[in-house]
C-alpha cells in the first residue's frame, strides 16, 4: 500500500549504533518495549490483508480526482495539531474492495469517508481482531468515525471496506 516498509523499527543499534534516549530508542533490539507484540504483528499482518493488494491501485489521502482517492480523508496529518495520523496509506482493488491503513494515531483521529463505503472494518494488527464497534460498518460518503487511541503507543489500524 505504501510502496515501501509499512513499517520500520528504529532502534538505536540500527540507526547510530548506540541509544539514543532523546528519541527513546535503546541500543538493542531486544530492549524496545513490547518488542515481542510488534514482532508477532509484523510477521502476522499479513493475515489483515488480500492475498494481491500489491497488485491494487494505490491512492492517498489528499488527493483528488482524477487521481485515485482514497476510501477516508484523516481530519489531521500530524505534526499540524495535537492529535490525527502520520501516514494513512490505502490501496484500491479492482473489484471494490478498499483498505487503509492509519498509521501512528495520535490520541485519536476523526475519519471521513471519501464516498459510500460498506463491510467497512477496522482491526488491530497487534491482536488481529476487529476493534469494538468498528465491524461491518456502512458509510456514506462525508461520514466520520472516531478511531480510539491506545495509552500505550501511537496506534495503527488496518480498515477493510467495499466501494458502495
Known amino acids: 500500500m505504501s510502496g515501501g516498509a509499512g ?8 540507526v547510530t549504533g548506540k541509544a539514543d534516549p532523546a528519541r527513546g530508542r535503546p541500543a ?8 515481542n507484540a510488534i514482532m508477532r504483528a509484523v510477521r ?3 493475515a489483515l490483508l488480500p492475498d494481491d493488494v500489491e497488485n491494487w491501485q494505490r491512492a492517498n489521502r489528499q488527493w483528488r480526482p482524477p487521481l485515485p482517492v482514497a476510501p477516508f480523508q484523516p481530519d489531521v496529518h500530524w505534526p499540524n495539531g ?11 482493488g479492482g473489484d471494490g474492495r478498499v483498505i487503509q491503513m492509519p498509521a501512528g494515531v495520535l490520541r485519536h483521529v476523526v475519519l471521513t469517508a471519501s ?11 497487534l491482536t488481529r481482531t476487529p476493534v ?6 456502512i458509510l456514506q460518503g ?3 468515525i472516531e478511531l480510539p487511541r491506545r495509552d500505550d503507543t501511537m496506534a495503527v489500524y488496518i480498515i477493510r471496506g467495499r466501494r458502495g
Open 28 to 35: 538493542n533490539i531486544w530492549e524496545v518495549p513490547k518488542i
Open 132 to 137: 469494538t464497534g468498528f465491524e461491518h460498518l
Open 142 to 144: 462525508g461520514q466520520s
Open 44 to 46: 502476522d499482518i499479513d
Open 115 to 125: 464516498y459510500g463505503l460498506r463491510d467497512v472494518t477496522v482491526s488491530d494488527p
Open 7 to 14: 513499517y520500520v523499527l528504529h532502534v538505536g543499534a540500527m
Open 82 to 92: 495535537d492529535h490525527g495520523v502520520n501516514r494513512a496509506y490505502s490501496a484500491l
